[in-house]
């Protein structure tokens, strides 16, 4: 800690308070930093673009699995037999 500069103290000690956090503030982090590089236009295009594909995959996989299922629901008996 004493290599680092005074000013960035404040961004050490966030970065350290967000890991220990966890998951969440971790992404804000990300995107925050990523503002400062890239415009954020693009970050909303990047992330709209990963949960697409996201939930596309989770789709397709869920077909895969329905449509490979050997459980097939047959009653006892017919609504018309009761």
């Not at 990523?34 to 995959?57: C, M, P, R, Y």
């Not at 397709?60 to 009761?82: A, G, M, V």
């Amino acid at each position: 800690m004493t290599a680092t500069d005074q000013s960035l103290m404040g961004q050490v000690f966030g970065i350290i308070q967000t890991i220990i956090r966890g998951g969440q503030p971790l992404g804000v982090a990300i995107v925050t930093w990523l503002i400062t590089f890239v415009n954020v236009s693009f970050i909303f295009l990047g992330i709209g673009a990963t949960i697409g594909l996201a939930g596309l995959t989770l789709f397709l996989i869920s077909i895969r699995h329905f449509s490979t299922s050997k459980k097939i629901y047959q009653p006892e008996q017919k609504p018309s037999e009761l």
